[in-house]
Every structure is written in structure tokens, then in C-alpha cells.
């Protein structure tokens, strides 16, 4: 198969969806592999690191895409790649459709068939290839909190540890999930008093257990959130409802209550975001203000440390890339593990539970015998335990 990776191309996106080593796997079992000249520059991989593992470099992202069986990108494609996408190519990469029908309906019309990292799901329920990308974004999203709570930065001023007799920085984390764990756990190690809210009270126990260092733990009701919020110097929102838009946790009526120069970070904004005020923003112009707070909401949080990101993501995502690869996208067996139970794709029609406007689609890969593990309409009443907060992994 002639596997091809472009170079990304959304705002500071430094990733790149392969590495030498998984250039020189797939080339050792027959497959060809064209990249984009320039493509790995952003995480520190040269061109002649690509040719040297069996890659051939090419000029334009045009020819990669135009020749291309699979293609290997890490976020969604953007306007203009649309006019790139065709029938008869599998798009591999993160897609987050449910925050964005523009990209939803380029994708029906395209022809092509899509399989998200971000939906990928193994018989357990994991997300294995949202994973890592959630650890990054998780660790991300306290380091960039206490920046930004800053007075330079348009924050409270406020250090995340405190000194001998000044109190630390209050943080809430509201999901315990892999991004929601990680923040908690940097937080912490920053000094910060951190409290974490979740719906799934296994959650709460598996961190309550696993970091012995003082986090707090909450179950997440509203009343109870809401008070927690409005004392926070630092918010970060970590929740998922796998393929669909994140619930709006904090309203714009809770911010205005909030202390002036707190801050929010809104890990879960691919998906919409949590935040009711939450809009996505770039590593250009990161942050806005929202009645005196300071918003983050950078949709591609983990670009930022490419090197880092590139080889987290591509030690998940090549298992599966070397089994389309060889296979194609269509499973060996339905009852055989290699495969995910859940992958959405956009070559024909959408879920019946599901708008087109915020839709993935079902897959090949899931056979239809397995029940559909769409989650209900997003919303605070029809939450089921931990369907908001437990798998809070979102980030990409």
C-alpha cells in the first residue's frame, strides 16, 4: 500500500503523524511511504531522517495527497485540504467532527473514508490512541494555567505553590479522566490545593488511590461544582462524551461570580468545550476575557511540545496504522481483537442516532451485532454516571 504523510498545516501544528521508525516498519513489510518535504521539521526529524528509514520526499502536499492509498495526518483537515480529499483514500487522524459540521460535511461529500484516533476503541472501553495525546494535553494544561495566572499575563498574580504563609493557587480539575488525572497531578506538584470533580465515583477512588499526594476528590453536582468554581483560581476542563460535543459545565453566569484574573483552561474544546463562553483559539492569540477571567482554549494544546507529542502519539497509533496498512480498512473477522470496536468513517451514512450536523459515522469495523456505544444528547439531567467526566481524555 503507498502510505502518505503531509505536513501539517493548522496554526502551529508541529506534529508530524509518523516517524522513522514507523517509515522503516511499514517499507520492511513491502508498503511505500511519501512525505511532504519539511513534514517532520517541527518535532526535529529531518528529511534525510525520513529517507534514510525508506521514505521518499516530495514536494507538495498535493502530490501526497493525490497519491496516497492511506493517509497519515494528526489533526482534522482543514478548508484548504478539502478539495484534497477523494474516494478511495482512508484518512487516518484525529477528526473531532462533532465540533465541526464544515468539516463533517467535506468529509460525506468526499467520498472518503475516515477512521478517528479519537474514536478508536479497544473491547475495554479505552481510548488508546487518545491516550497520550490526553497525558500531553493533561500536564499542558497546569503549566499553562499558572502562567497565565500571571498579573503579566492577565491573571489573578497568583503563584500555583504559595510561599511559607501565603496560601497556594485553588485549582479545580472537572473530569478525572487521563487529561483531567495528569493536570491534577502537575498541579500538585506545583503546590497547588487541586480538587477534582467527577460523576464516576471508581474514578475518584482510582485517584484518590494511585497519587497519594493530597488531591481532593468530589462527586459532581452542579450546586456543588458551581461553588467550587467560583472560588478557583484556576479551572481546567477535562471532560468527554466519546464523538460527541462536550456538556457546558460552567455557564457564563458562574464566571461572572468567579475571583477577577482567574483562570480556565478548556482541555475539552475539540469537542466544543465545557465552558458555556469557550470558543477555540490558537498558540498565535491563546487566550480572551471573559468578565474579568482569562480564557484558554487552544484547540491543538500538544503542538506545542511536537517532539514530546510525535513520538507519544505515533507509539499508539502505528499498531494500527501497520494493520490498515496491511489489510486495508476493512476488519479481518468480526470477532477477532485486532481491530476497535468503534472507529466512525464518513464514506456513507451517518449513525441513526445521530444529527449529520454533529455526527460521525458508523464503521465497517464495528460490526453492527455490537451495540451502537453512542452516549445521549449532551446535557447536565441525561448524564449517566461517568459518561461526562470518566474518560475526560479529549485533548488532541
Not at 491516550?131 to 500531553?136: F, G, I, L
Not at 481532593?216 to 461544582?225: C, D, M
Not at 505515533?314 to 480498512?329: E, I, R, S
Not at 458508523?362 to 454516571?385: A, K, M, V, Y
Request: glycine share 8%.
Amino acid at each position: 500500500m503507498l502510505v502518505g504523510v503531509p505536513t501539517e498545516i493548522k496554526n502551529n501544528e508541529y506534529r508530524v503523524a509518523i516517524t522513522p521508525a514507523g517509515v522503516a516498519e511499514l517499507t520492511r513489510r513491502g508498503h511505500e511511504v511519501i512525505i511532504q518535504a519539511g513534514a517532520g521539521e517541527g518535532s526535529a526529524i529531518t528529511d534525510n531522517d525520513f529517507k534514510a528509514a525508506g521514505a521518499e520526499i516530495v514536494s507538495t502536499a498535493e502530490q501526497v495527497w493525490a497519491e496516497a492509498e492511506l493517509l497519515l495526518k494528526v489533526k482534522e483537515p482543514i478548508a484548504a485540504e478539502y478539495a484534497r480529499m477523494r474516494t478511495g483514500q482512508t484518512l487516518f487522524t484525529y477528526l473531532h467532527l462533532a465540533a465541526s459540521k464544515e468539516c463533517t460535511d467535506a468529509l460525506l461529500a468526499s467520498g472518503t473514508t475516515s477512521i478517528a484516533y479519537e474514536t478508536v476503541q479497544t473491547a475495554d472501553g479505552a481510548l488508546p490512541l487518545l491516550a497520550p495525546m490526553s497525558e500531553v494535553a493533561g500536564r499542558l494544561s497546569a503549566q499553562v494555567g499558572s502562567y497565565h495566572l500571571m498579573r503579566t499575563q492577565g491573571g489573578r498574580g497568583v503563584l500555583m505553590g504559595g510561599v511559607p504563609g501565603v496560601a497556594p493557587a485553588e485549582v479545580v480539575v472537572i473530569g478525572g479522566g487521563v487529561a483531567g488525572y495528569n493536570a491534577a497531578r502537575i498541579a500538585k506538584g506545583m503546590g497547588a490545593h487541586v480538587t477534582v470533580f467527577d460523576l464516576n465515583i471508581n474514578t475518584l477512588r482510582k485517584i484518590d488511590n494511585e497519587t497519594n499526594v493530597g488531591i481532593e476528590t468530589r462527586y459532581s453536582s452542579s450546586l456543588e461544582l458551581e461553588e467550587a468554581v467560583k472560588k478557583a483560581d484556576l479551572v481546567i476542563g477535562a471532560v468527554l462524551i466519546p464523538g460527541a460535543k462536550a456538556p457546558k459545565l460552567v455557564t457564563n453566569a458562574t464566571v461572572a461570580h468567579m475571583k477577577p484574573g482567574a483562570v480556565l483552561v478548556d482541555i475539552a474544546i475539540d469537542q466544543g468545550g465545557c465552558f458555556e463562553d469557550s470558543r477555540p483559539t490558537t498558540h498565535d492569540d491563546p487566550t480572551f476575557s471573559v468578565h474579568d477571567t482569562v480564557f484558554y482554549c487552544v484547540a491543538n494544546m500538544p503542538g506545542a511540545v511536537p517532539r514530546t507529542s510525535t513520538f507519544a502519539l505515533t507509539n499508539a497509533t502505528m499498531p494500527y496504522v501497520l494493520k490498515l496498512a496491511d489489510k486495508g480498512w476493512k476488519p479481518p473477522a468480526p470477532t477477532t481483537q485486532h481491530w476497535p470496536r468503534a472507529c466512525p468513517h464518513t464514506k456513507a451514512s451517518c449513525s441513526p442516532n445521530r444529527s449529520p450536523s454533529t455526527s460521525i459515522c458508523r464503521s465497517p469495523i464495528r460490526p453492527r451485532s455490537w451495540p451502537d456505544p453512542t452516549p445521549p444528547s449532551p446535557g447536565w439531567s441525561s448524564l449517566r454516571p461517568g459518561d461526562a467526566h470518566s474518560r475526560a481524555a479529549n485533548f488532541s
